[in-house]
């Protein structure tokens, strides 16, 4: 895939506040990024893990939860949509991710993302968790909240 390099992996607390009402001062920021890719302006990437994490965080963690009918339908968009790339991990990813996890002391969830974006020579990220993804070699983080 030519280009990659250049692309935007988008951590599942960017997606959560794209459809969290509740949430109005992130929403606006995090709504933008990710209309700019489901309209072919950006280059978007997410992973299955991210999906995974963005039905189950829309349905039972967020202020409003979301019916399982309607988050069903927001991970379909991103799973039919051509903008997005979609990237997934496999059990050499994972056996990295532990290492990475321990290493960096950071989460295993989130070094099993930087690992797969690895693998698929993503390099940015946009996350809020600056603290945590900042502590893996090789990751670029991009804050979607950050003033200017």
Do not use: C
Request: charge should be neutral.
């Amino acid at each position: 895939m030519h280009g990659m390099k250049d692309n935007l992996f988008f951590d599942t607390s960017v997606l959560v506040y794209a459809f969290d009402y509740t949430e109005y001062e992130k929403q606006k920021p995090s709504k933008r990024y990710v209309e700019a890719v489901f309209e072919g302006k950006n280059k978007g990437v997410i992973s299955n893990q991210v999906l995974a994490e963005l039905f189950n965080v829309l349905t039972r963690h967020v202020t409003s939860p979301l019916s399982k009918e309607i988050a069903r339908n927001i991970v379909d968009d991103f799973i039919l949509s051509e903008h997005w790339e979609k990237i997934n991990y496999t059990h050499i990813t994972l056996r990295k991710a532990m290492q990475t996890s321990r290493q960096s002391n950071v989460q295993l969830w989130d070094s099993l993302i930087a690992e797969t974006m690895k693998e698929n020579e993503v390099t940015k990220i946009l996350t809020e968790n600056i603290k945590d993804f900042g502590r893996i070699a090789g990751i670029t983080t991009v804050n979607p909240f950050a003033k200017a």
